[in-house]
């Protein structure tokens, strides 16, 4: 299949808006391909070559990225990056300079789909010396085979920007109408429901779509969880208050005998832990692999977990080596990100691993079943080791009395809150459920995303800041701003956060840019003023950047409205 096919789909995308426009075409895209492409058009047309679960890095920074478009078109550096600055996008700046390209390579070989997939696969395999300019060389011996346009989506697939619109609902409205049934039948919303399931508990939809294509709707109920496929996490929406969270919670009709399990909320980070005898993996809530950081929570799952194959989930969480008290994430997030040291920042930045869910044991999936029946299992197989591999902290309450002890207790101890679930309520990949919610204090930190931003002046012209920041408008499928960070960065923290930003550029006027929100942050602050001069109606007073919160993803950047209450609490 020639990538100028799959081209051509893009550039239909990109010339619409409309829901159900995308979502024919993608569909159009999956029933045209054959049985060897298809896996791989359901992942490029998100623009992304990897297993959700296999976050690769390709290792090819903006940068990096100019220097292979100048090194295969034999243009200047310095012109390409004037034409990215004026448009805001790199990969228009590399369909630009192949339509202007000097040189032409002797041999050309066709770019197909599989090259493209394939030669992205290899690049982000190479490590250590002479890496960076493998990297380099690969991609533009891409880029050299490239028309302009498919250049451009080149480009823009490997900074992971392809800046189309197409969010999970669309794939899976496309595999429904393309192998299921069409928009207009009775039967279309049953079988988007299917395809719903199925990635729930396969998280991959090539597995769907393949299943969906050669099964049909039996084929995709029965898929189920398997080990090392992670699965996305359930996710808890944010309660007013203790009063709110346990009439939410012990109200349900459902809940056992009017009782909520209230657990310590803890500043740490999601794990998903898969053992198969002595194989043992640790995800985070963003299905990356961090067994390599963190050996310690391997041997306490084969010393503590009695059990030949499971799926447990739990909090790590960091701690002062001297007084046993909580650290703040940002302590944690050194050993999240380093692969190199390990055994260093095992002693510098010890942790505890906090239980609280079982989701599979011994060959049998339990996400149907009630939490209270998934909690027994998971003490069935647990000899806790107090201190470092344990359930977290976890107590019943039926009253709003009991539950404000527990949170009282959690704040104490230098925690951020409790969660309280419903002991009836099954577990629900990828959704944020009402049967889980979480309770805060009301001046705690802000999630938000950065919607734009500005270069700075003088020194630091090569750096951005002024960073707006933006809460999450669920209605309007927006952000919004609410006010902007403009002092107190490190030069350290700016240059992270410019290479972390500048790939996401989507228009550029002057010093000023706006971005394709992708990075969350951790905002502190003093208090909450409305203000007329931002979308959300409200601004942060004296905020402070706390640092990148990447066991986040968009969905869990605070809403204006949680603003709003946070404004009123005050």
Same mark, same amino acid.
């Not at 997939?117 to 690049?123: F, M, V």
């Not at 001297?322 to 095992?346: A, M, N």
């Given at each position: 299949?020639?990538?100028?096919?799959?081209? @051509?789909?893009?550039?239909?995308?990109?010339?619409?808006?409309?829901?159900?426009?995308?979502?024919?075409?993608?569909?159009?895209?999956?029933?045209?391909?054959?049985?060897?492409?298809?896996?791989?058009?359901?992942?490029?047309?998100?623009?992304?070559?990897?297993?959700?679960?296999?976050?690769?890095?390709?290792?090819?920074?903006?940068?990096?990225?100019?220097?292979?478009?100048?090194?295969?078109?034999?243009?200047?550096?310095?012109?390409?990056?004037?034409?990215?600055? /004026?448009?805001?996008?790199?990969?228009?700046?590399?369909?630009?300079?192949?339509?202007?390209?000097?040189?032409?390579?002797?041999?050309?070989?066709?770019?197909?789909?599989?090259?493209?997939?394939?030669?992205?696969?290899?690049?982000?395999?190479?490590?250590?010396?002479?890496?960076?300019?493998?990297?380099?060389?690969?991609?533009?011996?891409?880029?050299?085979?490239?028309?302009?346009?498919? =250049?451009?989506?080149?480009?823009?697939?490997?900074?992971?920007?392809?800046?189309?619109?197409?969010?999970?609902?669309?794939?899976?409205?496309?595999?429904?109408? =393309?192998?299921? =049934?069409?928009?207009?039948?009775?039967?279309?919303?049953?079988? +988007?429901?299917?395809?719903?399931?199925?990635?729930?508990?396969?998280?991959?939809?090539?597995?769907?779509?393949?299943?969906?294509?050669?099964?049909?709707?039996?084929?995709?109920?029965?898929?189920?969880?398997?080990?090392?496929?992670?699965?996305?996490?359930?996710?808890?929406?944010?309660a007013e208050d203790l009063e709110d969270a346990v009439e939410t919670v012990a109200g349900d009709g459902d809940a056992d005998e009017g009782e909520a399990l209230l657990e310590y909320k803890l500043d740490g980070f999601r794990i998903q832990i898969h053992r198969r005898g002595g194989e043992i993996t640790v995800f985070t809530r963003r299905l990356e692999d961090v067994t390599h950081q963190f050996p310690e929570v391997v041997e306490w799952v084969e010393a503590c977990v009695e059990a030949e194959s499971a799926i447990l989930e739990a909090e790590?969480?960091?701690?002062?080596?001297?007084?046993?008290?909580?650290?703040?994430?940002?302590?944690?997030?050194?050993?999240?990100?380093?692969?190199?040291?390990?055994?260093?920042?095992?002693?510098?930045?010890?942790?505890?691993?906090?239980?609280?869910?079982?989701?599979?044991?011994?060959?049998?999936?339990?996400?149907?079943?009630?939490?209270?029946?998934?909690?027994?299992?998971?003490?069935?197989?647990?000899?806790?080791?107090?201190?470092?591999?344990?359930?977290?902290?976890?107590?019943?309450?039926?009253?709003?009395?009991? =539950?404000?002890?527990?949170?009282?207790?959690?704040?104490?101890?230098?925690?951020?809150?409790?969660?309280?679930?419903?002991?009836?309520?099954?577990?629900?990949?990828?959704?944020?459920?009402?049967?889980?919610?979480?309770?805060?204090?009301?001046?705690?930190?802000?999630?938000?995303?950065?919607?734009?931003?500005?270069?700075? /002046?003088?020194?630091?012209?090569?750096?951005?800041?002024?960073?707006?920041?933006?809460?999450?408008?669920?209605?309007?499928?927006?952000?919004?701003?609410?006010?902007? *960070?403009?002092?107190?960065?490190?030069?350290?923290?700016?240059?992270?956060?410019? @290479?972390?930003?500048?790939?996401?550029?989507?228009?550029?006027?002057?010093?000023?840019?706006?971005?394709?929100?992708?990075?969350?942050?951790? +905002?502190?602050? /003093?208090?909450?003023?409305?203000?007329?001069?931002?979308?959300?109606?409200?601004? *942060?007073?004296f905020p402070r950047f706390e640092g990148f919160r990447d066991d986040l993803d968009l969905g869990d950047v605070d809403t204006v409205e949680r603003v709003e209450g946070l404004f009123e609490d005050q």
């Amino acid at each position: 299949m020639d990538y100028a096919a799959l081209v @051509e789909t893009y550039e239909r995308l990109d010339a619409t808006q409309a829901t159900h426009e995308l979502t024919d075409v993608v569909a159009e895209a999956l029933e045209t391909a054959d049985e060897a492409h298809l896996p791989l058009v359901v992942k490029l047309v998100r623009g992304d070559p990897f297993a959700a679960w296999k976050p690769d890095e390709l290792g090819l920074s903006s940068n990096l990225t100019q220097t292979a478009i100048a090194r295969a078109t034999g243009l200047d550096e310095d012109a390409i990056e004037d034409r990215w600055r /004026e448009t805001g996008d790199l990969g228009s700046a590399a369909e630009w300079a192949v339509e202007h390209r000097r040189q032409q390579t002797l041999v050309n070989e066709d770019l197909t789909v599989r090259r493209v997939h394939d030669t992205l696969q290899e690049i982000a395999t190479y490590e250590g010396e002479g890496s960076q300019g493998k990297r380099i060389d690969a991609l533009a011996g891409l880029l050299s085979d490239a028309d302009p346009a498919s =250049a451009k989506y080149v480009v823009r697939t490997v900074l992971g920007h392809l800046r189309l619109g197409i969010a999970e609902g669309t794939i899976r409205d496309a595999i429904a109408r =393309a192998f299921l =049934a069409e928009r207009e039948e009775p039967d279309f919303e049953a079988a +988007v429901e299917a395809v719903e399931r199925a990635f729930q508990v396969t998280n991959d939809f090539r597995v769907v779509a393949e299943t969906a294509r050669e099964d049909g709707i039996d084929g995709l109920a029965g898929l189920d969880v398997e080990l090392f496929r992670p699965l996305r996490v359930m996710l808890a929406r944010k309660a007013e208050d203790l009063e709110d969270a346990v009439e939410t919670v012990a109200g349900d009709g459902d809940a056992d005998e009017g009782e909520a399990l209230l657990e310590y909320k803890l500043d740490g980070f999601r794990i998903q832990i898969h053992r198969r005898g002595g194989e043992i993996t640790v995800f985070t809530r963003r299905l990356e692999d961090v067994t390599h950081q963190f050996p310690e929570v391997v041997e306490w799952v084969e010393a503590c977990v009695e059990a030949e194959s499971a799926i447990l989930e739990a909090e790590v969480l960091a701690e002062d080596p001297d007084t046993g008290e909580p650290l703040p994430f940002q302590e944690l997030s050194r050993r999240i990100k380093r692969k190199y040291d390990v055994e260093r920042l095992r002693e510098e930045v010890p942790v505890g691993v906090h239980l609280f869910d079982l989701l599979y044991l011994d060959g049998e999936a339990y996400l149907d079943r009630p939490l209270r029946e998934r909690l027994d299992a998971l003490a069935g197989v647990l000899d806790p080791r107090p201190g470092d591999f344990d359930r977290v902290e976890h107590r019943l309450a039926d009253t709003v009395e009991d =539950a404000a002890a527990v949170y009282e207790d959690a704040l104490a101890a230098g925690h951020e809150g409790v969660m309280a679930k419903n002991l009836a309520a099954t577990y629900q990949p990828g959704r944020r459920v009402g049967n889980l919610v979480k309770v805060k204090p009301t001046m705690e930190p802000l999630d938000l995303t950065v919607v734009r931003a500005e270069w700075s /002046e003088g020194r630091r012209r090569n750096r951005l800041g002024r960073l707006f920041l933006g809460c999450r408008d669920p209605d309007a499928g927006e952000f919004r701003e609410v006010g902007r *960070l403009s002092t107190g960065f490190t030069d350290e923290e700016l240059a992270e956060i410019t @290479e972390r930003l500048e790939p996401t550029i989507v228009e550029q006027d002057g010093r000023a840019v706006t971005f394709e929100p992708t990075q969350i942050i951790e +905002v502190a602050y /003093e208090e909450i003023q409305e203000s007329p001069e931002y979308g959300s109606g409200y601004a *942060l007073r004296f905020p402070r950047f706390e640092g990148f919160r990447d066991d986040l993803d968009l969905g869990d950047v605070d809403t204006v409205e949680r603003v709003e209450g946070l404004f009123e609490d005050q």
